[in-house]
């Protein structure tokens, strides 16, 4: 039986013209990231298991790839906890490795491993794939490239400000006007549980609000009564989400609320410093939102967290995002190394410069010249011209075998090849060379010394 050809879920074929397109985006945020001082590194496309489980909270766990153990390995299966309800356990005892779920986890694990070989502190940027047992959807994908910029051993706020700033400059550089960086701080989240009387509930606090573009103020509410909070606590929660004006408007509006929370007044300080240093410096191609319903749910963040949105034009959900993170590497041994990072969604907005035209047109790579093909003597001979104008980077190709003219200028329209060079016997006997122009029909005939001259 034949196989069906198909992609697995979630996965895609490219096109060369989509690769050129993408390695437009890639060459375009690695010119910025360089342009910032950041290097760049990879790092595997698994990893053990136990690295990248536990730090992305209970959901994210779930949309980890495993890869199952092989050969006598997947005789250690622990099937007494399989029985027993275990899962967690049955599931490390027949997978000891797993696919990237993002790029942070590795980083941090990098660090770790080689600090005694970096000088802090560090800025890389790193351009991988990674892969989700997600729920496809438009922009979503279970396999699809990141870019991440990180700077680790460093606590200053002017760190904040350069990733805002590369954001910006980034967007800038691909002509995408309209983008908004939505920001937040883990800091004022943590105010607001303490408002709410919820300290010891702050995970599910920021898991239910980070679901407010989804559900609805509404369904947050109703998880998190679920959880445990109070019709009171509640009401308090629906007049801080509803504080309007601007940033500093609503920052000097929590000041007065967060008078008994010394955490979410920290967190506003540190947001004054990040918006006036950037606004002091101007912005070119993205616009500042405080945004106080942002939460980020990924339970490593812990100061400054940003979430990026399309411009409007565009039915787009968040392309980038992240934030100061200053525990991450303490899971793998390295304390007291404050990080803070931003990732780019790249295939996000490779389909918001597509759906907006910003991809610049003369992208794809064409042949500018094909060789007809008259035959054995006739190729030779075509063969040596080609490889001249190669030499001096002129993308041309010879046709490979002998045909009907007719077939082959029909191949030279369909890959839009404007130039056609015809060598035939007669050509070959007067040691000449036949011209012709795709584009107005037009043909002339020429010495074959002067072909190079005249095509180059």
């Known amino acids: 039986m034949a196989i069906k050809p198909a992609t697995t879920k979630g996965t895609r074929d490219f096109s060369s013209e989509e690769i050129v397109k993408r390695n437009y985006l890639k060459s375009t945020l690695q010119k910025v990231f360089e342009r910032f001082g950041f290097g760049p590194i990879e790092t595997p496309t698994f990893e053990r298991l136990e690295t ?71 800025r890389r940027y790193q351009i991988q794939p990674v892969w989700r047992a997600d729920r496809p959807q438009h922009g979503r994908f279970q396999e699809f490239y990141q870019c991440d910029a990180d700077i680790v051993g460093d606590r200053s706020l002017w760190q904040e400000v350069e990733v805002l700033a590369l954001y910006d400059a980034a967007f800038s550089d691909l002509k995408m006007d309209g983008v908004v960086l939505k920001v937040n701080h883990r800091k004022i989240l943590a105010g607001i549980a303490g408002l709410l009387g919820a300290e010891e509930h702050l995970v599910d606090f920021t898991i239910a609000l980070d679901k407010m573009d989804k559900i609805g103020a509404l369904g947050v509410f109703e998880e998190l009564k679920s959880k445990g909070f109070s019709d009171e606590s509640l009401q308090v929660l629906e007049q801080l989400v509803s504080l309007k004006g601007s940033a500093e408007e609503q920052i000097e509006a929590l000041k007065v609320l967060f008078a008994d929370q010394s955490i979410g007044l920290e967190g506003l300080s540190e947001l004054e410093f990040i918006f006036s240093h950037l606004k002091a410096n101007g912005l070119m191609a993205v616009a500042l939102k405080f945004d106080l319903t942002l939460a980020r749910g990924l339970h490593y963040y812990t100061g400054m967290i940003v979430e990026v949105a399309a411009p409007e034009k565009v039915k787009m959900g968040s392309i980038g995002g992240g934030g100061r993170y200053d525990d991450l590497t303490g899971t793998f041994g390295l304390k007291n190394m404050s990080g803070i990072g931003v990732s780019f969604g790249f295939e996000r907005i490779y389909l918001v410069m597509d759906a907006l035209g910003l991809f610049p047109q003369a992208l794809q790579p064409q042949t500018k010249v094909l060789f007809a093909n008259f035959g054995a003597a006739a190729a030779e001979q075509a063969y040596r011209f080609l490889s001249q104008l190669r030499n001096q980077d002129i993308s041309c190709e010879l046709y490979p075998t002998e045909a009907k003219l007719k077939k082959q200028l029909a191949y030279a329209n369909a890959k839009n090849i404007k130039k056609v060079v015809l060598i035939g016997s007669e050509e ?20 074959l010394e002067e072909l190079v001259k005249r095509l180059a």
């Open 52 to 122: 990248l489980t536990g730090v992305y909270g209970e959901e994210g766990d779930r949309l980890v790839f495993k890869i199952l153990n092989s050969g006598e390995k997947i005789k250690k299966a622990d099937t007494e906890a399989l029985a027993k309800g275990e899962f967690s356990k049955f599931i490390h005892s027949v997978s000891e490795k797993a696919l990237r779920y993002d790029l942070t986890v590795p980083f941090a694990r990098y660090v770790a491993q080689h600090q005694n070989e970096l000088s802090f502190p560090f």
């Open 428 to 447: 070959l006997k007067q040691n000449s060379f036949v011209f012709k122009d795709m584009t107005s029909g037009t043909q002339e005939t020429y010495p």
